[in-house]
């Protein structure tokens, strides 16, 4: 357990009055007993006259209409081709999008802004300008050399933000290093916003990682996966009894009702194992994969998984069938990263080869290579309204724009 302190009704009209000076007698109407309409024309008319008279009137009309101009019908059809897409550099900055400790990158809520860490920095970059609007310097009491790790956005002045750094002695005793640090900046005022929370001070944790699609820090330890909430201060645990051997690689789905879990330690395969969270059991696996699966994110709608591994494929799986839907080949070298995007229509990935490349979900074509890096790319991420997309190695951060291109 780790310590996390300190419609109008229409009346017929009255038939007007035949006037006396008519002597024919009008032609009448009646109903044979089969309920046919028979026709009783009498008087001066004729069948033959009236036939003749019908037949002219009918041609005159014909001919009328015939010198119209013709008018052109109109339909709105909506087109069945996809949207096509570009994305465009937009910028670039030194720093990195949380590598140790979250899995996304730290876009602001609207989108706005991107916080990038920068060694003992917060660097705000104005998205849509693509240039830094901000730099931020935490500084907490008592603690010198700051190391911040991880930036994301709890609201839109508010930053969760990891880091560590040494402990500054009073007397003339050995400096040393703090464990993880839990903390809120202020973005606004640049200062630090409430308390600051030790991470797992007790010891004996595996992987510690921020998840902002549920707002949570996730610790694991023996069978156990601990979530706290930094906003509350609330903690809860999911304990899996079958689960003995640490997972270095785990997801949630946004629903919640599903663990992903992959590289468990002692484990004779690398397909990741399905939890189903309500019954804290194994109830399948995602099969398949010829190598180290590295990153695993659900669809925001949670139907789908896609996974990056280290033999260079995408995978794309249904939930909650677990079935393979797509195979993504392109990549040279192992896959560091895989996110859908807002809609789940895209999937951006990062890899090995130092480019971030776009797929189609629906039919797993390759959409565009972006080649702008220069050092192996670790993390991806789309912004919210998925009309941009970051990526980050190790010394910095790349942003793209999305635009309506052609083929």
């Not at 921020?210 to 999911?238: E, H, N, Q, T």
């Not at 220069?374 to 790349?398: N, Q, R």
Request: glycine share 8%; net charge neutral.
């Amino acid at each position: 357990m780790p310590k996390l302190s300190n419609s109008e009704e229409v009346r017929p009209s009255t038939p007007s009055p035949v006037p006396r000076r008519l002597k024919k007698t009008p032609p009448r109407a009646t109903l044979s007993p089969k309920g046919e309409r028979a026709g009783s024309i009498s008087g001066s008319w004729s069948r033959p006259s009236a036939f003749r008279f019908l037949l002219s009137a009918f041609c005159l009309l014909l001919s009328a209409f015939c010198l119209l101009p013709a008018q052109a019908q109109v339909e709105s059809v909506e087109s069945t081709e996809p949207t096509h897409y570009l994305w465009l550099s937009h910028g670039r900055i030194e720093g990195h999008l949380a590598l140790s400790y979250s899995p996304a990158g730290a876009f602001s809520p609207d989108g706005s802004i991107l916080a990038v860490a920068s060694e003992d920095k917060i660097v705000l970059m104005g998205v849509r300008e693509g240039s830094i609007q901000k730099v931020l310097k935490p500084r907490i009491p008592d603690i010198t050399d700051l190391n911040i790790q991880s930036a994301n956005f709890l609201a839109m002045n508010q930053l969760l933000l990891l880091g560590s750094g040494v402990i500054s002695a009073k007397d003339k005793g050995a400096r040393r290093s703090t464990p993880l640090l839990a903390f809120q900046w202020d973005t606004v005022e640049d200062r630090l916003s409430g308390k600051v929370d030790v991470v797992g001070g007790g010891g004996g944790f595996g992987p510690i990682l921020y998840f902002p699609r549920i707002g949570c820090l996730v610790l694991y330890k023996a069978s156990s996966f601990d979530f706290w909430d930094p906003r509350s201060g609330r903690m809860s645990r999911l304990t899996i009894p079958d689960l003995t051997q640490s997972p270095n690689v785990f997801a949630f789905s946004p629903d919640g009702h599903w663990v992903l879990m992959a590289q468990i330690a002692m484990s004779s395969t690398p397909d990741p194992v399905v939890v189903q969270a309500k019954q804290h059991k194994f109830v399948d696996s995602l099969r398949g994969h010829e190598g180290t699966v590295l990153n695993i994110s659900f669809s925001r709608d949670s139907s789908k998984v896609a996974t990056a591994c280290e033999d260079g494929k995408i995978r794309i799986f249904s939930a909650p069938e677990w079935k393979l839907l797509k195979t993504l080949t392109g990549h040279h070298g192992p896959v560091h990263w895989a996110e859908f995007s807002p809609d789940g229509k895209w999937l951006v990935s990062a890899g090995e080869d130092k480019t971030a490349r776009m797929w189609s979900v629906e039919d797993g074509k390759l959409q565009q290579t972006m080649e702008d890096s220069k050092d192996p790319l670790l993390t991806v991420s789309f912004s919210p309204d998925g009309e941009y997309c970051a990526a980050s190695s190790e010394k910095a951060v790349l942003l793209w724009k999305r635009i309506v291109g052609g083929q």
